[in-house]
């Protein structure tokens, strides 16, 4: 079955960087889309990032973009989230996801980003 296990969470300060990376088993990686979403204390998931099986086309939400960038190393299984610039409001539970028949059907189990002003 579908592993995907997240790290790279930690705590940091306003305009910190953290790197997260989702290592993915159990199919071909490379041959699905894969995206970052994340839930805040009292708030619904949302998007963050999402990225094509081959890694050429990526998307953001508007909060996001210009500061985080998502990647991927088909070679290595790996989905990374490089986030620049970080501010308190994108304190979450960082969550990777594969898509699979245009929903994202497979989840990791969340790492804890937390953003201190």
């Known amino acids: 079955q579908v592993q995907l296990v997240e790290s790279g969470g930690g705590l940091v300060q306003a305009g910190g960087s953290l790197r997260l990376s989702c290592v993915a088993s159990g199919r071909t990686f490379s041959s699905y889309a894969m995206g970052w979403f994340r839930q805040a204390p009292g708030k619904e998931r949302e998007f963050v990032a999402a990225?094509?099986?081959?890694?050429?086309?990526?998307y953001y939400a508007d909060s996001v973009k210009g500061r985080f960038t998502i990647s991927r190393d088909n070679a290595k299984n790996t989905l990374y989230l490089q986030m620049n610039g970080l501010k308190p409001e994108d304190t979450a539970v960082y969550y990777c996801a594969q898509k699979d028949a245009g929903l994202y059907n497979y989840w990791g189990q969340g790492t804890q980003v937390t953003v201190s002003s």
């Open positions: 990225i094509n099986w081959s890694g050429g086309i990526t």
